[in-house]
């Protein structure tokens, strides 16, 4: 009424939300959940990454390109992170283990950390080495010091711009999330799949797990 504050937290508002989930539900309606991305598929998605990475007739900028989506999703499986958070994650937040079986995030920027606090959480190596994290993002990073980009500092997962020179910028969620479906789509085993599927899957696969 005075024209402050978040309109969205009006009483009106509130009222008129209420009233949409009531008639949904009475028409039978549920929200529409991200379809999870379970192991198998992401081996599956790691195989066709690997082959990719493997074909002799592929440039350096498609490499670093395949080797920075294969640690990211990996990276995104794993952390049961969000995507946007997870593309502003930067090299100095990251530290090895002790016996080098993982590494540790303390992430402290991103869509839901805005307000001083920080998320800490690690991951570990896995038994399976085409599906260990920790190993992808060796080899990401690795190809970055073949092409000469120092990870020392900056964004760990870094885009391309539009002359397909590599920037020191945050990857964008919506650039990964296509990419995702582009490749899901070529090895053919998409079904709907999208970036949330990762933690979708992650989390379900934890809860499954206990």
Known sequence: MLGLG????????????????????????????????????????ARFLNRKIAAHSINLSALFILARDQAFFKRLF????RGSDLGMVKTEEILRFPQDDGLLFNHVWGKTLRDGA???????????PELCPVKTI????????ELRISMTNGYLFRPTNPHG????????SSTADERLKLYLKEAPIYEGETLHSFRSGSALTLALSV
């Not at 794993?78 to 992170?81: E, V």
């Open 6 to 45: 978040n309109p969205a937290a009006s009483p009106e508002v509130q009222k008129y939300l209420k009233a949409s989930t009531e008639e949904q539900l009475q028409a039978r309606i549920t929200p529409k959940q991200a379809v999870p991305l379970f192991l198998p598929k992401l081996l599956l998605l």
């Open 78 to 81: 794993f952390s049961g992170d």
């Open 118 to 128: 920080s998320n800490v959480f690690g991951i570990r190596r896995h038994l399976n």
């Open 138 to 145: 060796e080899t990401y990073v690795a190809v970055a010091s």
């Open 165 to 172: 020179h590599i920037v020191n910028k945050p990857l964008a």
